[in-house]
């Protein structure tokens, strides 16, 4: 049973506009949600990461929003350039398993120019 | 620091066949964990491995395997093959504590004819 959504599989967003990547959990044990993105034949690359604690996380151009009390994560990109057309994995992780992610399907972001 | 390295990157396999998957960590990462990916599926987990130890399972069937060598390297290995084994294999190596990110290898993409 998949207990990370990604129920956007694409997004296509103009350059220099915002990107938003939404995510969905079920398990409230989760306490680390962590966003990955993935070109085509290559592996994840890792983006960007919140502790259960917080409800906002900022890295440059890139911030996720935790809301807990709705099991509800957020990327956002701003501004969108087009390097950043990737598939974008939303993952969580649990104290009682721990080195194991749990992955969404993912989400095609397109930006064009 | 060299990243996490997968060999062979691409394999052609028959049905029936049996074949191993080698996976090298970062220096210094004590947990590996395999994940398979297919279209539309997302990132499955097969496997974690902590010094030595499967310390996580995903829900695969027995023909998946794995171990992990005092160096920390991993292998993986898929008997009696299947034609819906066709997929993207990924490794990833972490220090596997709670909320360490994942550092993902390119991936052996397997094809089953």
């Known amino acids: 049973d998949q207990q990370v959504k990604q129920n956007s599989p694409s997004l296509s967003v103009q350059e220099g506009r915002i990107s938003i990547l939404n995510c969905d959990y079920t398990n409230s044990m989760f306490d680390y949600f962590l966003w990955y993105k993935k070109y085509p034949a290559e592996g994840p690359t890792f983006l960007i990461s919140?502790?259960?604690?917080?409800d906002k996380n900022e890295d440059g151009r890139f911030t996720v929003f935790l809301n807990k009390s709705a099991k509800h994560l957020s990327l956002h990109i701003v501004p969108s350039q087009p390097g950043d057309s990737a598939v974008y994995f939303c993952a969580a992780s649990r104290g009682s398993t721990l080195g194991r992610l749990y992955f969404g399907r993912g989400t095609q972001l397109t930006v064009w120019p | 620091k060299a990243g996490v390295t997968q060999t062979p990157r691409y394999l052609i396999k028959t049905r029936g066949q049996q074949v191993t998957l080698s996976c090298s960590p970062i220096?210094?990462?004590?947990?590996v964990s395999w994940y398979q990916q297919t279209p539309g599926q997302g990132l499955q987990f097969l496997f974690e491995?902590?010094?030595?130890?499967?310390?996580n399972k995903g829900n695969f069937p027995g023909r998946f395997s794995g171990r992990q060598f005092s160096n920390s390297r991993s292998e993986m290995n898929v008997s009696t093959l299947e034609l819906g084994d066709s997929a993207l294999y990924l490794c990833a190596s972490s220090l596997g504590g709670a909320g360490e990110k994942l550092f993902f290898g390119s991936g052996t993409q397997l094809s089953v004819l």
């Open positions: 220096s210094g990462h004590r947990s």
């Open positions: 919140i502790s259960s604690i917080k």
């Open positions: 491995y902590f010094s030595e130890t499967q310390r």
